[in-house]
């Protein structure tokens, strides 16, 4: 299953959409270590040939890529005598011959492969700095925030052992468990989540991918969040999958994972402060996104390289949180019993439908599935 994610990101790929400038190398004296300087021509490598200046699914693969490497770490292994993996340092690329053999990572080979052939290119940085900062800078790219970027992880020793990314068929509670040993809490699980707003599903459900409501290209929209509490009303595609949950709408592909988290009252009142505050999408999002690129690591012995991260893109203008037209706050399944879901205005218009994209364009001969090149 392929879904940016953050379950397996949480299973990833992209709706591709062009941004209106391409971001530039920040400089602004804050860090002048020299070491920091192979980054410039990094910079310009994967803007041009990963990521070809546009937000899509070669910048969403490469967040995909950076969870299911840093989440490969479990401390409790370690403590048993067992191998934990290494977290944030690059071990899916390394030992990919390994790691792309686990379930949750299929769909990733094409990335992986393109990804270390350029990797190898720069011989000053190890694969897990070469992931971290092309995550970085996709995530600028997709009009999300500026996350910081830490160099000189030390190169992987061995591949993370399966088991260890949560997939999106686990309950609430395995998840929560997992995420809790990798070092996260329910809450930056929920602020990762946010990358769920620029996703496609083509693994699960081949006869319905997915789109998002808003065609606006940006990584972090709390709309997201909105959507994911509308009930369920029908099995897009062909029915019912493991991972998929009822979808409010036709050929809209609901993640099981995100509509439990939606709803548990471990995390509904978190869930629920997006969409009452949307200001906080960002801020959150990026703190997540670094605490995830150190997981394993350790800071001290790292040299801050935050100015090689891309300044400003001209971003695209994102609606706050409403509901799509024909829904009212009656069709909102408000899980948070702390405090009454806000009032947000719906759509004019009839019921909101979400066409499939067009095919054709990326390998696709028309029959859900795309063809090996």
């Known amino acids: ?21 391409t971001p530039t190398r920040r400089d602004d004296g804050n860090d002048t270590n020299p070491k920091c300087d192979v980054y410039k021509d990094v910079l310009s490598t994967i803007q041009t040939t990963v990521f070809e200046n546009v937000c899509g699914d070669e910048a969403l693969d490469v967040l995909r890529i950076a969870f299911h490497d840093a989440i490969g770490f479990s401390p409790a292994l370690n403590k048993s005598g067992q191998w934990g993996g290494g977290g944030a340092d690059g071990s899916i690329m390394k030992f990919s011959d390994e790691e792309l053999l686990i379930d949750q990572n299929v769909g990733l080979d094409t990335s992986i492969i393109r990804l270390k052939a350029i990797a190898l290119q720069f011989v000053d940085i190890s694969y897990g700095d070469f992931i971290y900062y092309a995550a970085a800078v996709a995530t600028r790219m997709c009009s999300g925030p500026r996350m910081k970027f830490w160099h000189g992880r030390p190169a992987p020793i061995a591949a993370s052992p399966p088991g260890l990314i949560p997939d999106p068929s686990d309950s609430v509670t395995k998840i929560l468990d997992r995420m809790a040993d990798a070092g996260f809490t329910p809450e930056e699980l929920i602020d990762l989540l946010a990358s769920h707003s620029l996703a496609v599903q083509e693994d699960v459900d081949l006869t319905i991918p997915f789109t998002p409501l808003d065609s606006t ?157």
């Not at 299953?1 to 400038?21: V, W």
């Not at 997006?274 to 690591?297: C, H, N, T, W, Y």
């Not at 801050?304 to 799509?324: E, F, I, K, Q, Y």
Request: glycine share 8%.
């Open 217 to 373: 290209p940006t990584v972090l929209d709390t709309q997201f969040y909105v959507e994911t509490l509308l009930e369920g009303t029908m099995w897009p595609g062909n029915g019912s999958n493991p991972g998929e949950a009822m979808s409010p709408f036709p050929d809209e592909f609901r993640l099981q994972s995100d509509h439990l988290l939606a709803r548990d009252d471990r995390t509904a009142c978190y869930w629920q402060s997006f969409i009452e505050d949307e200001s906080v999408l960002g801020p959150r999002f990026a703190k997540a996104m670094e605490k995830m690129s150190l997981v394993g690591q350790d800071v001290d012995s790292l040299i801050d390289c935050s100015h090689m991260v891309p300044d400003s893109v001209a971003a695209a203008s994102v609606r706050g949180p409403h509901l799509p037209a024909g829904k009212s706050l009656a069709d909102i399944e408000a899980s948070c019993k702390d405090r009454p879901f806000p009032t947000i205005s719906a759509d004019s218009g009839p019921q909101t439908s979400i066409p499939k994209p067009p095919r054709g364009n990326d390998g696709d001969d028309g029959d859900g599935a795309a063809d090996d090149d």
């Open 1 to 21: 299953m392929r879904f940016i994610s953050l379950l397996s990101i949480l299973h990833g790929a992209a709706f591709i959409a062009a941004i209106p400038t």
